[in-house]
């Protein structure tokens, strides 16, 4: 069955504006129409989607259960796209590079990082902009998206492979894992739940291939919608993660995570992609990746 995509934005963006001001007529003094233009735009809409999203009781207006979900993810994606329309219109103004990146890579190796980076990269200004999901080939709103991946890439984007990606087990001293699988070989840890994430469901598969082990005999335990999640859990103590090196390489040379069989190459790259054209910025903040990616290795 052919996927319908996505309904009216006109509906989509009627909706938000009543759901969020609980009536039709402040929705049409925001958005410059009609009450009647807005009426119309939300029967529509319900009629596509073939469900009510409000109960109404006179002027006043009262969220349905589909319609709060509708409301919750609308109002969300709108106040992105905003927030991103400005962040455009900001780097437009100042020259400053907008680059997109997974929030679990921002979070935990680019955001420690700035202040060196903007010490020894001082004319470069950067607005980081977390992006989860592979990017579109145009690359949307941005002007280049730092991602591990691997080939074939778009054949719009210029590539600056940076690092290949390595990853592998980690877990914290102080769980009892640490202890049983300390001195013996990867096998051990097929006895081990493990924790995993939705955004790399092949992390472990791979890993596993790559040892000689049947991925079938994994046992996954708890799951984590994101990476960052998967790693904040491994550093709580509750279990055992899977990681890409760069990410926890600080806590493995302090001692908060252990990385029982250190760590082996996926066959995917930590990739800056920009489009196609040179940007001598762009090209100096891949040097500098590129360097601090082999120091962190």
Known sequence: MADPGLPSLNALRAFEAAARRGNLSRAADELHVTHGA?????????????VALFHRDGRRLRLTAAGRRLAEAAGSAFAGIQATVRALRRAGESGTRVIGCPGSLLARW?????????????????????????????????????????????PQWRVHVLAPERVGPVVDPRHPAAARLAGRPPSALLQEDLLHTASRPQAWPGWARRQGLDPVALRLGTGFEHLYYL???????????????????????????????????T?????????????????????????????TD
């Open 110 to 154: 680019m955001i420690p990082r700035l202040e060196r980076l903007r010490a020894e990269l001082p004319g470069l200004q950067l607005h980081l902009s977390p992006h989860e999901g592979d990017f579109a080939p145009a690359l949307p709103g941005l002007d280049a998206a730092l991602l591990i991946g691997a080939p074939p890439w778009p």
């Open 231 to 265: 790693l904040e859990a491994a550093l709580a103590g509750l279990g055992v993660a899977i990681a890409p090196q760069p990410l926890v390489a600080a806590e493995v040379a302090a001692g908060r995570l252990l990385a029982p069989w250190g760590f082996v190459d």
């Open 267 to 295: 066959g995917a790259q930590w990739c800056l992609c920009t489009r196609a054209g040179d940007d001598p910025e762009l090209e100096r903040l891949a040097d500098w990746l590129r360097a601090q990616l082999a120091a």
């Open 38 to 50: 807005v009426s119309r735009q939300v029967r529509l809409l319900e009629e596509e989607l073939g």
